[in-house]
């Protein structure tokens, strides 16, 4: 059942990543406020037809504009996927209004929101949820518009959820917003128990927890708010400390004078501020030395690092390729890191560089980039990392999946630890053996499954004779798998063919990658 789980997972990942965070994110959004619609035109929503447009029309005038001119001033690419995301989000959280003082405010939350991506920042990453910012300073000021949070209305609760899911798998971040709405729910149930006892009303917990999850914000901020990556930290139990902050917070709002109203917005900002805390470390420049090929289908890039940038073995970057006439995957990507920590200031990633009909706009910019350019890093995240201590590892690499085991084994060599690895490289042919010398220097032992033989393989190297890897043959070549911690990096369709083995593992983390 695990394994079918896990297989399933990963080809739904395989579709989703055909497509962009942003982009999704803002289909998602869009597919929400049409259903929306629909359910103002049935009167099963508040606000009319007529008042959830203009609203619309005014957040995305506003924000793209101040984007556009905010970007060509910073000499960044304008990115109006994430205009209207922001756009979209404010139309859920503020009151949809056709009055003029009401839409001049709703133009102040949308203009307030997209500067607050630009100034209050660190290293080119934003620090608050732009909308969330938004949102409150224009609640506070009392200009004719506030936070209503209209998208909690029962009504839209399924199509939340439903969609919410969809951006939350494609972003890998079921568990972090999981763990946020069993914090809030279970907050906002205590909370009722407390307080409408006190005020001579009944407490049934079968409504309150009903009340809870369909008729407040919860799902919410959690699906299209907290999930925003930009403003979680690196690290999965950060992420998981931040959604336990904010479910406290959004779930037992605590009084502070005016603020009170503003429960949402503020549980949410205050979470980014300690995700800001965790992340300190922030984006970087990276200036690119050189490339070279590794394979004669994969290409790696050799960086300087401008400014401080640390990230743990088998972490992965995120690399902002900014270029005329991006594509629907937009101009960022993540990569794993190829080299070590202790490599720095010289960073490597790699990527795969074979004769495709049509490559992604992305990818065309970063082929053509030269030596000199200088490239923006948002950040250093992932948890693909080797557990403490010396426990058996085994390591299952798929071609150019290799790379974040190429950094682990490499500062495993540098700080000259010993640990029992086993390496399971799976790759089209032996030509196609990335960073095999690296490798083979760390003397890790590995097993090969390619089609024709190596050549000259290393002592602790063995060929596994041409066969195909499935399940089955990962537990002859590995007969002690079930004593392992198991990491493999590799496409969706490996990992998923290749669970039933993996799920017998101690532990088992994936990294999982459908190109770009």
């Known amino acids: ?77 304008w990115r109006v996927e994430s205009s209207l995301v922001t756009a979209l989000i404010l139309l859920f959280v503020l009151q949809p209004t056709l009055t003029l003082p009401g839409l001049a405010a709703t133009a102040l939350a949308g203009g307030v929101a997209s500067l607050s991506k630009y100034l209050i920042a660190w290293r080119g990453r934003h620090i608050l949820n732009p909308a969330a910012f938004g949102a409150t300073v224009v609640t506070v000021s009392g200009l004719g518009a506030f936070s209503s949070w209209w998208v909690s209305t029962p009504a839209l609760a399924a199509a939340v959820a439903v969609l919410g899911l969809i951006v939350l798998w494609r972003t890998e971040k079921v568990r972090i917003v999981l763990v946020f709405l069993l914090v809030v729910v279970a907050a906002s149930v205590l909370r009722q128990a407390v307080q409408l006892p006190a005020a001579g009303l009944d407490f049934v917990l079968a409504d309150a927890l009903v009340l809870t999850l369909t008729q407040t914000p919860f799902l919410f901020l959690g699906a299209f708010m907290l999930s925003e990556p930009l403003t979680l930290p690196p690290r999965r139990w950060q992420q998981f400390s931040v959604a336990g902050l904010v479910g406290v917070l959004a779930g037992w709002p605590i009084p502070m004078g005016d603020l009170l109203t503003l429960g949402q917005e503020r549980a949410l900002l205050l979470g980014n501020l300690l995700a800001f805390a965790f992340a300190l470390r922030g984006s970087v420049r990276l200036v690119l030395e050189r490339r070279r090929f590794v394979t004669p289908t994969a290409q790696e890039l050799t ?42 200031p ?33 950040g250093t995240w992932g948890d693909f990392v080797l557990p403490r201590g010396g426990a058996p590892t085994l390591m299952v690499a798929a071609g150019i999946g290799v790379t974040p085991f190429v950094s682990q084994l490499r500062q495993l060599q540098a700080l000259g630890a010993h640990r029992d690895v086993v390496l399971v490289y799976v790759a089209s042919e032996a030509a196609e053996l990335a960073f095999r010398d690296e490798l083979e220097a760390t003397g890790v032992r590995a097993i090969v499954f390619t089609r024709d033989e190596p050549v000259g393989l290393a002592p602790e190297w063995s060929w596994a004779q041409g066969v195909r890897l499935d399940a089955e043959g990962l537990e002859r070549v590995v007969p002690d798998i079930a004593a392992r911690h198991a990491f493999i990096s590799g496409p969706p369709r490996l990992i998923a063919d290749l669970a039933p083995a993996l799920q017998k593992a101690r532990s088992l983390t994936t990294d999982a990658f459908a190109g770009y």
Request: charged share 20%.
């Open 1 to 77: 059942m695990i394994a079918s789980l896990t297989a399933l997972r990963q080809r739904v990942l395989a579709v989703l990543g055909a497509i962009s965070m942003y982009r999704l994110v803002l289909f998602a959004l869009a597919a929400l406020a049409v259903i929306a619609i629909a359910l103002s035109l049935a009167e099963l929503v508040g606000p009319t037809p007529a008042e959830i447009l203009a609203t619309f029309a005014v957040l995305a005038l506003v924000i793209s504009a101040v984007d556009a001119a905010a970007q060509r001033i910073l000499r960044l690419p």
């Open 346 to 378: 010289t960073l490597r990633i790699a990527y795969k560089d074979g004769d495709q009909k049509h490559p992604s706009s992305y990818k065309r910019a970063l082929k053509a980039a030269q030596p000199g350019a200088v490239l923006a890093v948002t």
């Open 303 to 344: 960086f300087r690092t401008k400014g401080r940038l640390r990230f743990l073995p088998g972490q992965y970057l995120e690399l902002d390729v900014p270029h005329r006439h991006p594509d629907a995957r937009g101009t960022r990507r993540e990569f794993s890191i190829v080299s070590a920590p202790a490599d720095l």
